[in-house]
């Protein structure tokens, strides 16, 4: 990974300047974002969980919830108990994310540890429902949401996962996220230890990265029975600096 440094009047290798500038500004809970196959809206429980209740029973499995602090919800009760509550969060700051084409909530995500000051924000609580997994909705959501907070003047944006959540590490460098390093045992989560992989993407990446998710998202870049011409992931990599390694992964 690359460190941009200065060396100071002491010969101590110290951190480039940082030009003042105002705070990022926070994320307009008010509003709703817009992308080519997709658009974010305010969770709400009325408007939006009668649609995610069904979209989430579709994964007759439960696998949706493996890695995720919560769920699986026994009944719709449960599950609208929790998205009321969600909706008035603050900080994580939940979207639904909503198929443009149907207008049906199909899942949702979140910004947390929001810091305008240092300019870095979190996206996180990603729930795809079996609707949406491997589409083109599930890749909008993620250029929206990064979009809008480099838009908003944040300097850093991350990406955290289960360490052994092998499909999110993948994701994470598909969507153009570095890798910085494994947290051990940093949480608990429903009784069984979770370590916890960091990923990041910086200010120097955004515009290389933003040009990389206009290309793979325009619909130039898909055949007539909908095979991608150019993979996101190779669209991606000038900007990952470093990657997940092999692990040794005991039971």
């Known amino acids: 990974m690359r460190l941009e440094y200065d060396i100071d009047d002491l010969g101590s290798p110290v951190g480039k300047p940082v030009p003042a500038s105002e705070p990022a500004r926070v994320p307009d809970h008010s509003r709703t974002l817009h992308g080519t196959y997709c658009r974010l809206e305010p969770l709400d429980e009325a408007a939006h969980g009668n649609d995610l209740w069904q979209a989430f029973t579709d994964d007759g499995e439960g696998s949706t919830w493996t890695y995720l602090g919560i769920g699986p919800f026994d009944d719709y009760a449960a599950f609208g108990q929790w998205l009321v509550g969600a909706a008035t969060s603050r900080d994580p700051l939940f979207y639904a994310i ?123 870049n898909f055949d007539d029975a909908g095979r991608q011409r150019a993979r996101l992931s190779d669209l991606t990599a000038p900007v990952v600096e470093s990657r997940w390694p092999s692990l040794t992964i005991e039971r």
């Open 98 to 220: 909503i198929d443009a084409e149907t207008g049906r909530a199909v899942g949702y995500a979140a910004y947390l540890r929001i810091d305008p000051a240092s300019r870095a924000i979190e996206v996180g609580w990603i729930t795809y429902s079996p609707r949406m997994r491997r589409s083109r909705i599930a890749t909008d959501t993620m250029f929206v949401m990064m979009r809008e907070a480099f838009t908003l003047g944040f300097r850093r944006y991350e990406w955290k996962c289960n360490a052994l959540n092998a499909p999110s590490i993948a994701a994470a460098h598909r969507l153009g996220f570095s890798f910085e390093g494994l947290f051990r045992n940093a949480l608990v989560v429903k009784g069984r230890n979770r370590d916890t992989a960091w990923f990041s993407v910086i200010d120097r990446d955004w515009p290389t990265l933003e040009k990389a998710f206009e290309q793979w998202l325009s619909p130039d």
